[in-house]
């Protein structure tokens, strides 16, 4: 234990993005793994590979732009199965740093009822798979998927195999967020006490939230030897999520003594990267999240804002600026040129190219002339929906609509399609929203199910710009038996864009438009996926993918 550096591995684009309802494009991950790099986050988990060839091409993408010599370990996931190794190994090359991460199940209910196997061919399976993948890398991640629930003796036995096969980091999850704080704190002692040559690897710690303890299993861990914790940004993952990184590195942070240990996170990234991930995904940070909730540094009892107005440490134990919630209002107007603009961008973090800044900078000005006072929040908000990389297929151009008491809510809408078409229809709805998007599918005909429509404002006041999230699912893709899945990467690729669940996000100060943004930055993701398949496929298979399989394992992974 006398290594004091917590690594943090980043799951977010693996089991967060696996999550129904968080998939994001491949630009989209891009930018989540820049900002999880300018986070300095020690070890990035891109995807699984042989999920489908769009996975694959994601992760090789991401090892190509962000995997560099001074950047974070790239690694990808596979099952103990030689075709998943393979494809994790070639999606990972261009990554200066690369990490295999391959899993098996170690839990009698797990070998029983689902992989039908005995504790013999377990460890045989562990045995030749981890081999064969560290022949291949030189970082080698090994986890016994349901370590939690799976007998104590034969876990130290999986485990003791996998070091003696070449594994550099043993990751121990609590699959199914089963055990208590005390419990996995026992387990990662045991493990670090009793199985030889454990002292040449890093223990990992990968919690689940099913009952709200993952944060604490996982700091538990690193209490009893744990030097890496695997995490996600806003806790997003499978069912009740995961361990959330902002919180396992604010608690080590604030409680460094305590603890002992620290990692390299630059914390000042940290409400950026919340802020990224949520308007990607379309799942709202709640307000009273820990660290990066709208919450979090909110003071409304008398008793309390006397006491900070007084010294903040009274009933704050961090800042606000030490997440990156500095608060600082922007001091530009809707006289400032695009150099100052450009500068005040800049010193807020953000890298835009000349055509984001462009986008950017026109709301900006429409944004000044709209509301009187504009700060860097509104600014953070522009940039969001801006770096979504929401394709464009189609462009909505113009919205007219009507509504009130005694009327029926109607509403035209003109859109800018493909090849330059442009369509104008128009629709009657419930309400000015349900008009606006009658009419828009009106022209598009691409029937979906709105999943969920979701209004924050921004800042304060009657002029403040209102976000929109919305979630969609294009019909027919509801009805696919998930308990009727086979052992095939093929009906993995199948399952995942069966429950393909599209979110568009929208910034306004007219709420009605924010909508409708949010509304076209769904459907044309809806409308983009495929096309962005058949461009993976093609990439991928060029590379030499296949979906051919005899390992015969289920799907299901450790991460649900």
């Known amino acids: 234990m006398g290594d004091s550096h917590v690594r943090i591995f980043d799951t977010t684009l693996r089991d967060g993005e696996q999550a129904p309802g968080c998939t994001m494009t491949l630009e989209e991950k891009l930018e989540v793994a820049r900002q999880l790099a300018r986070m300095k986050v020690d070890i990035i988990e891109a995807g699984f590979p042989a999920a489908s060839p769009g996975d694959w091409a994601a992760v090789h993408e991401i090892a190509r732009e962000v995997g560099t010599a001074d950047g974070p370990v790239i690694a990808a996931l596979a099952r103990a199965d030689r075709n998943d190794i393979e494809k994790a190994w070639t999606a990972i090359q261009p990554a200066v740093k690369k990490r295999i991460h391959t899993f098996m199940s170690t839990s009698d209910i797990h070998l029983e009822h689902q992989f039908r196997k005995t504790r013999a061919e377990c460890l045989e399976v562990i045995r030749d798979m981890v081999t064969y993948a560290r022949s291949l890398c030189e970082d080698v991640e090994f986890s016994p998927m349901d370590a939690g629930r799976s007998d104590p003796t034969f876990l130290r036995e ?82 009740a999520g995961n361990a959330s990184l902002e919180e396992v590195v604010m608690a080590i942070h604030t409680r460094g003594q305590f603890y002992a240990v620290h990692t390299q996170i630059n914390t000042h990234e940290i409400a950026r990267a919340s802020r990224l991930v949520s308007s990607f995904i379309g799942v709202p940070v709640p307000p009273n999240k820990a660290i990066v909730g709208a919450n979090a540094f909110a003071h409304e009892s008398g008793i309390h804002q006397d006491g900070v107005l007084k010294n903040r440490l009274t009933y704050e134990i961090m800042s606000a600026e030490t997440v990156g919630l500095d608060g600082n209002e922007l001091v530009l107007g809707k006289h400032s040129g695009r150099h100052a603009f450009r500068k005040h961008v800049e010193a807020m973090g953000y890298k835009l190219s000349t055509e984001e800044f462009q986008q950017v900078f026109t709301r900006f000005k429409d944004l000044c002339d709209r509301k009187k006072r504009v700060d860097d929040r509104d600014i953070e908000a522009l940039i969001a929906g801006e770096m979504q990389h929401t394709p464009d297929i189609y462009t909505l151009d113009h919205v007219q609509y009507g509504s009130g008491s ?55 006041g009657l002029d403040a710009v209102a976000e929109v999230t919305v979630r969609i699912r294009e019909q027919g893709h509801a009805g696919l038996n998930m308990a009727a899945s086979t052992s095939t990467a093929a009906s993995l690729t199948g399952r995942r864009a069966a429950q393909q669940i599209f979110s568009g996000y929208g910034v306004h100060t007219d709420t009605i438009m924010a909508a409708a943004y949010a509304y076209m930055a769904a459907l044309n993701k809806m409308l983009a996926a495929r096309q962005e398949r058949i461009k993976a496929e093609a990439v991928a298979y060029a590379a030499g993918y296949s979906t051919d399989s005899d390992a015969g394992l289920p799907v299901d992974l450790f991460g649900g």
């Open 158 to 239: 999986a485990v003791t195999v996998a070091v003696q096969s070449g594994a550099t980091t043993l990751n121990i999850p609590d699959t199914v967020g089963y055990l208590t704080p005390d419990e996995y704190g026992a387990m990662i002692r045991d493990l670090h006490e009793n199985v030889p040559g454990i002292e040449q690897c890093i223990l990992s710690t990968h919690c689940h939230d099913d009952l709200g303890v993952a944060v604490a299993n996982s700091l538990a861990g690193v209490r009893n030897g744990a030097r890496q914790v695997e995490c996600t940004i806003n806790g997003i993952g499978e069912r």
């Open 406 to 460: 005694g009327m029926i809510p109607t509403a035209t809408v003109r859109l800018i399609g493909p090849n330059g078409q442009v369509r104008v229809d128009s629709d009657q709805g419930t309400g000015p929203v349900d008009a606006i998007y009658k009419a828009i599918n009106r022209i598009i005909q691409r029937p979906n199910e709105l999943m969920e429509f979701s209004i924050n404002a921004i800042t304060e």
